[in-house]
Each structure stands twice: as C-alpha cells, then as structure tokens.
C-alpha cells in the first residue's frame, strides 16, 4: 500500500477562482478526514466521512468549502470563490475502522491565493 | 472549547533523550497522539496511548500519561539528527466525535 495520495501537491490561483483538490486514501480504509495547517499551527479539523457519509462538519467549514466522497473511496474538496484567508496546506488523513482514530496524513496540498 | 498546548522549541544533543510536553483541557478524552511532521510534509503517525493507560514504550519512544492533570509528554530515547522535526500532540474526544485537536507543535533540533 502506498498510503493517503493527494493531488495537486501545490496549487496557486487568483482570488476569487474555484479550486479543487483530491484525496485518496489507504484502500479499505472507511474512514476519511480534511485537515487545514496555517504555518506555525497544528492542523485544523474540517471535516470526516466514514464511507460516503459526510459525518461531521467544522464551523470553519464555511458555504464556499464543500467535500464529496461519492463512492466511499476516493474524495474532493472544493473552494468557491477563494480568498487569501484561504491560503493554507489542505491535508487528507484516512484510517480503519477501529475504535482508536489512527489517523494516517497524505503529503497535503498547499494551496496559494494570490 | 478543548485546546492543547505544547511549548514551541526544544534543543538537545545527539545522543541524548529528548522529552516533549503537552496539556490538554478535555476530560473526556479518549486517546492522545503523538505525531511527527518534517519540513514540507504531511504528518507521520508515531503513536498512540488509551486514555486509561499511565505508559506506552515502542521501542525508543516512551509516552507517559497523567490523566488527572490533563499531561502528556514523549520521550525519544537516543535521539538522533533524523529526529529533526516539528511533533503534534493530539487528542480525541470522548464523546463519539472523530476530529483530532491538534497543537501547535513543538520543534526539536538535534545538534551533534
């Protein structure tokens, strides 16, 4: 298994684009999570599925973010009409569906508004 | 709301042990973390402790755990230039949510 991928590795857009990002986890993990990391802080916890249910949402996931995992595998998460408060490393996790969340990080996307 | 706290920096020799603090608010915390994150990647998993444990030892990595003052350290035993790295505690609800709440990290520089 080559873990959690993530795709685009870096991106950088216009303030005001959309902007998409992919997320696929460790095969036959049913558990899937988006994290955002400001520099300097701990990452952030924006939402979880487990399987294609989205479960558990942040108030900092606010009407522009929304998060698809349709089939219960692979997922994306989508920003409407960016801001530079966007900017951030935008990373996937997915873990088993055991009772301790060992949560697994891909190498994240980061993403620049200019 | 919850929060977890880490002191920002720490520096040691090559060789010696390394011990990073964390405090968190949440009593029902169920399992705490401890993750390892290296310049411009994602977050390594290192590992993990029951809320009703006191010690979990994996191989040069010791965590203590002091429930009733809300205290978890890491121990790196040895420690190496490879050791080199921003580490996150987190911890995990208890009451059936699955975010973590992260730190802000602790960054460790080994010097030889």
């Known amino acids: 298994d080559t873990g959690v991928s993530q795709d685009p590795r870096h991106k950088i857009t216009k303030r005001g684009q959309n902007v998409t990002f992919r997320c696929d986890p460790i095969?036959?993990?049913?558990?899937l999570y988006w994290y955002r990391q400001t520099l300097g802080q701990g990452p952030e916890f924006l939402t979880y599925f487990q399987n294609e249910a989205q479960l558990e949402k942040s108030r900092l996931l606010s009407d522009r973010f929304s998060a698809e995992r349709p089939k219960g595998s692979f997922s994306t998460l989508e920003i409407q009409r960016t801001e530079q408060g966007d900017s951030a490393m935008y990373l996937c996790?997915?873990?088993?569906?055991?009772?301790?969340?060992?949560?697994?990080f891909g190498p994240g996307t980061r993403l620049t508004v200019l | 709301g919850e929060d977890v706290e880490q002191s920002l920096f720490l520096s040691v020799r090559e060789g010696d042990s390394s011990v990073i603090n964390c405090t968190y608010t949440?009593?029902?915390?169920?399992?705490l973390y401890w993750y390892k994150q290296e310049p411009g990647a994602g977050l390594q998993l290192l590992t993990y402790i029951f809320s009703n444990m006191d010690m979990k030892q994996d191989q040069r990595l010791t965590v203590l755990l002091n429930k009733k003052d809300k205290h978890l350290s890491l121990r790196i035993a040895d420690t190496q230039t490879g050791d080199s790295a921003i580490y996150f505690c987190?911890?995990?609800?208890?009451?059936?949510?699955?975010?973590?709440?992260f730190g802000s990290g602790t960054r460790l520089q080994v010097q030889p």
């Open positions: 095969s036959e993990h049913n558990r």
């Open positions: 987190a911890d995990q609800q208890g009451t059936g949510r699955r975010a973590l709440t």
């Open positions: 996790a997915s873990s088993p569906d055991y009772l301790a969340d060992t949560q697994y």
């Open positions: 949440d009593s029902s915390s169920t399992y």
